[in-house]
């Protein structure tokens, strides 16, 4: 199950006032290129994808965390009943499917962890939750920035990026560019904050 798009929308907002900061635009923009993207897509709801985007991140109400925002987030959907949404919000943050790989702090406890492992054994990715891993990788707060820019910037502010994620996050641009039948970039709004784009 899913919220609403309005729902989803009022979710945001109120966790916003919870833990202000740039994520909530950040969540915007990734629902958008979800959207945008998905409706290009035979077979995609464009709407799903845009509120499993918006809602990717909103671990974030219970505070500044890193892999907690992903266990708080998880939770928190399920707790309200959107499935569909708790699990974009466990699967986000893993593309290449391999927790060790997540970049930043494990501060969740090792039972914690463990139970995010075993939930994600139990899925296969499917369409919804590449897309958001994608849109995750290019978002900024105000449109769409180059992924390889990004995923450059993060590797300088936290010292690595897994080699094999990086390859992943080109793989998804790649697959979408396919199913969408151009180049994505085409039809995502511009980031004119950061106005580096894909070549
Ligand atoms: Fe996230």
């Known amino acids: 199950m899913l ?82 949404a708790a699990r974009v919000c466990l699967t986000h943050s893993f593309s290449t499917g391999n927790i060790e790989e997540y970049i930043g702090n494990f501060d969740i406890s090792g039972e914690q962890q463990k139970e995010i492992e075993e939930a994600l054994e139990k899925i296969s990715f499917d369409d919804y939750d590449r897309l958001v891993q994608l849109c995750d990788s290019l978002s900024g707060t105000d ?28 793989a998804l641009k790649k697959l979408f560019d396919e199913k969408a039948g151009r180049d994505i970039y085409e039809i995502l709004p511009p980031d004119s904050k950061n106005p580096a784009r894909g070549r």
């Open 3 to 84: 919220p609403t798009r309005e729902k989803a929308e009022q979710i945001l907002k109120e966790a916003q006032g919870c833990n202000p900061g740039p994520w909530g635009d950040h969540s915007r923009v990734v629902a958008l290129c979800a959207e945008r993207i998905a409706a290009c897509v035979e077979g995609m709801d464009p709407e799903k994808a845009y509120i499993t985007g918006l809602m990717h991140d909103i671990g974030r109400r219970f505070g500044v965390k890193h892999l907690g925002h992903v266990y708080d987030g998880y939770h928190y959907m399920m707790e309200l009943g959107y499935d569909e």
């Open 143 to 170: 449109g769409a920035v180059d992924m390889e820019v990004r995923m450059g910037d993060v590797k300088r502010r936290y010292g690595r990026y897994p080699q094999s994620k990086w390859d992943q996050n080109l």
